[in-house]
């Protein structure tokens, strides 16, 4: 297979070490190529600076390769620096041209600090998610988290909660709901998918009592997608739809807004999860958390959840037919 590639995310964060572990723990199964400074890897690793990714694939098994840019300065762990921002989001834009390009297999994002890249680049998106879909000029994306117990989406995804209902429109969610089946059965090899579907208001809205979008909006949608043969359940009640037994009824739950999504997983399983983009014309996956700046440069953080998402970025990867 040709490489993952993994693009630096910040500097100041954790992306740099749990790349490097997760280098160590996967160089004997899947080919890697990490695209950032070298000076912000940890002493420890070893790295082979590389000029391709066909040089990257018969170099991975021995060091970590890597196609360098320059930053200008080396990174102070948890003080995110302004002028590194515009390395971090062309190690984002490299990445994604190696995966057009079939060089790289697939893309692998490390965690980005966004106000980081805003105040330092004038970064003009909210997440990776946003930029991809720009750079890749797809109209429509989704963000779906992933760990073995659930899969859940945002059909909002970075947008201020008091903006929730305004931007929560029927052609929004049918365009998630359709994306997200498609993906089941491509990437996550699920024939018949069951998806449920979250209410945006307590209790789904208590038949009215407890706001209407549920019986205007939600629920004559999914009637409309259910007679096209689309197994749906819902609009159900956010509270109750994450415990185990709730949890065997459906293959993905597709939520209203970024938390009522990303609460249950993280709280499930924060180190397991994944980010993954569904989509896109190209592979990316991420890590489920951010920089976490308090803990970067001392050794403390756990590359459980990159290593996870190297694993589904290579296993779609071969599911799509790379060899
Ligand atoms: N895909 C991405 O680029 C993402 C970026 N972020 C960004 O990360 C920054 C910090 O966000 P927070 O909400 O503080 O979330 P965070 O995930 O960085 O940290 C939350 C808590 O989890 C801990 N933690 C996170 N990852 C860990 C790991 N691998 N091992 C051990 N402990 C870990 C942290 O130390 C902290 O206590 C923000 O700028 C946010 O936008 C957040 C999520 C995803
Ligand atoms: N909360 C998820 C998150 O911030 C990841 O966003 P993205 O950078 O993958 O778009």
Known sequence: MTP????????????PEIAARAWERLRDEIPLLWLGDPRHLPDAVAWQA?????????????????????????AVPGQPDPTHAQGVIDAISDGVELVCAGDCAALCTAPIHKAALIDGAGF???????????LAGVDEVVMMLACPALRVVPATIHIPLSQVPKLLTPELLEGTIRITHAALIRDFGIMAPRIAIAGLNPHAGEDGKMGCEEIEMIAPLLERLRAEGFDL???????????????????????????????????IDFSGGVNVTLGLPFIRTSPDHGTAFGIAGKGLADPSSMIAAIRMAADMALARGAR
């Open 4 to 15: 993952i590639a993994i693009s630096c995310g910040e500097p100041a964060g954790i992306g």
């Open 50 to 74: 590389v000029e391709s990714a066909a040089e990257a694939a018969t170099v991975s098994g021995q060091a970590l390769p890597v196609l360098a840019r320059d930053f200008g300065a080396p």
């Open 124 to 134: 003009a998106h909210p997440g990776h998610t946003e930029f991809l879909a720009d």
């Open 233 to 267: 359940a819902g609009p159900m009640s956010a509270d109750t739809m994450f415990h185990a037994s709730a949890r065997t009824g459906y293959d993905a739950a597709v939520c209203m807004y970024h938390d009522q999504a990303l609460i249950p997983i993280k709280t």
